[in-house]
């Protein structure tokens, strides 16, 4: 998290509390010959002006509220009486404040409108903010005036937007985000754990369908692993976490803590999460069924040598290696990425077509069966009619394996790797169990079938 911002135009200063939280902002203008800051302090967020960090003239400027905000609006001068104004939120479905409304003479007003590109830049010339609240002391009475800026500065995904000295970005908790260009400009935290996202991404690059979560990690907000429980203790409680919904629910005392019964050892509570198996003691935070899903990328990390199958003509042919990255979350909602090599293209040879470059090329997205392969005397899984994702050569570029479009995991010890992944991660006891549950899906980014290349030795 910053701490200093150092501009042409002067300096910003920050601090946080032991746990992150925002406390400061410091604001030296060299232009104007001004300091003045902003405190955050229990959802109330007060102005002031400062001399050597000795704080002075606090004025409360708004309380934030569920639906948005209660501001402090202030007479002309330096009255300090205020009276208080309910401002309310119309957001999207991710969260992004589009409207700031209140009333004013028994009717509603729009104080202000923003419409944004999809990473956050606001559209410009026809939703600048204009107005802004005010107090007649004498008539008692609060109404709105032009102004250029108001004082709630939170707008995309509801973060607060950091205008001073024109800093241009937003702040999430854990960093900050410039909106201009879709990237935070701190690396990700958690970059260890998702290697296959980009450090800078925000949001993962899906700006439609999820939010970023505390600018840590992407989250959906149609399945986001999240549920809220509604109803009362008479009528029983409805629940929803991602497609599954519960009806008429009752509730159980655990521990001292309240669970919901969502099914046969199957509690929920909003603190620990929920299970689908075990004792009411020690399986409380484990989640439902979550797949694992295989991604083979576009992106090449090697080669390969083939040989034409089924009917070889002495040739062996050189094929690129992809990324395969299994990704999804564990039995306790935790996240969890990891790497493969495969194979992804072939060579088919007959004697009346010749050879010819072969493989799933186009994106698609398919959920995997375990089944038996006749022809490789044992199990694989089966992506879609005849092409499986099976093991692969332990030395891909020594060892020349026949390959028409199968998916070949390649590597010493990494099939047996993938496979005990997605049985651990999955919370299942055989692969038949997750075939039957449909807890394993692939999905295969577009790739251009390569060249037909003969290697030489």
């Given at each position: 998290m910053p701490t200093h911002a150092q501009m042409n135009n002067g300096d910003v200063w920050f601090t946080y509390d032991a746990l992150g939280n925002?406390?400061?902002?410091?604001?030296?203008?060299?232009?104007?010959?001004?300091?003045?800051?902003?405190?955050?302090?229990?959802?109330?967020?007060?102005?002031?002006?400062?001399?050597?960090?000795?704080?002075?003239?606090?004025?409360?400027?708004?309380?934030?509220?569920?639906?948005?905000?209660?501001?402090?609006?202030?007479?002309?001068?330096?009255?300090?009486?205020?009276?208080?104004?309910?401002?309310?939120?119309?957001?999207?479905?991710?969260?992004?404040?589009?409207?700031?409304?209140?009333?004013?003479?028994?009717?509603?007003?729009?104080?202000?409108?923003?419409?944004?590109?999809?990473?956050?830049?606001l559209h410009r010339g026809y939703n600048e903010e204009k107005e802004d609240l005010k107090y007649d002391k004498e008539q008692d009475f609060i109404f709105t005036v032009q102004a250029q800026a108001g004082r709630y500065k939170y707008k995309f995904q509801g973060q607060e937007r950091q205008e001073d000295l024109d800093l241009g970005w937003d702040s999430f908790k854990y960093r900050n985000y410039d909106y201009a260009i879709g990237r935070f400009f701190n690396v990700d935290p958690l970059a260890e754990k998702f290697p296959y996202n980009g450090v800078y991404n925000f949001s993962?690059?899906?700006?439609?369908?999820?939010?970023?979560?505390?600018?840590?990690?992407?989250?959906?907000?149609?399945n986001p692993n999240i549920g809220k429980v509604t109803g009362n203790d008479n009528d029983g409680y409805s629940f929803k976490l991602g497609e599954e919904s519960f009806e008429n629910v009752e509730k159980v005392d655990i521990k001292g803590k309240s669970y919901y019964v969502l099914g046969k050892d199957m509690y929920y509570n909003d603190?620990?999460?929920?299970?689908?198996?075990?004792?009411?003691?020690?399986?409380q935070t484990q989640l439902i069924n979550t797949p694992a899903t295989a991604t083979v990328t576009d992106q090449q990390t090697g080669i390969a040598v083939v040989r034409a199958y089924p009917v070889s003509n002495g040739n062996l042919y050189q094929v690129p290696l992809y990324r395969m990255v299994v990704s999804g979350r564990d039995p306790r909602g935790n996240k969890y990425s990891e790497n493969f090599n495969v194979i992804r293209f072939g060579v088919y040879n007959t004697a009346y077509k010749g050879p010819m470059v072969v493989g799933l090329s186009d994106d698609q997205t398919h959920t995997m069966k375990w089944d038996y392969i006749s022809t490789m005397d044992g199990y694989a899984w089966r992506i879609w009619k005849g092409h499986f994702l099976h093991d692969g050569p332990d030395y891909p570029t020594s060892q020349f394996y026949g390959s028409i479009g199968c998916i070949e995991v390649t590597g010493r010890g990494e099939w047996n790797r993938l496979q005990?992944?997605?049985?651990?991660?999955?919370?299942?006891?055989?692969?038949?169990d997750i075939s039957k549950k449909g807890l394993f899906k692939?999905?295969?980014?577009?790739?251009?079938?390569?060249?037909l290349q003969i290697y030489s030795r």
């Open positions: 925002k406390w400061y902002k410091y604001v030296g203008d060299d232009v104007r010959g001004e300091k003045h800051g902003t405190a955050y302090i229990f959802g109330m967020q007060y102005e002031f002006k400062y001399n050597d960090y000795v704080q002075y003239d606090w004025k409360l400027m708004f309380i934030g509220t569920d639906e948005g905000y209660v501001s402090a609006v202030y007479p002309d001068g330096i009255d300090s009486e205020f009276k208080f104004q309910y401002v309310y939120n119309h957001t999207d479905h991710l969260g992004n404040i589009r409207q700031n409304i209140t009333r004013e003479n028994e009717r509603l007003t729009v104080l202000r409108e923003h419409n944004y590109y999809p990473f956050g830049l993962e690059n899906r700006v439609v369908d999820g939010v970023e979560l505390e600018g840590l990690e992407y989250l959906d907000v149609d603190d620990n999460g929920w299970s689908t198996s075990g004792s009411e003691e020690d399986k005990n992944l997605v049985l651990t991660k999955t919370g299942q006891t055989s692969y038949q692939i999905h295969l980014e577009f790739a251009p079938r390569p060249p």
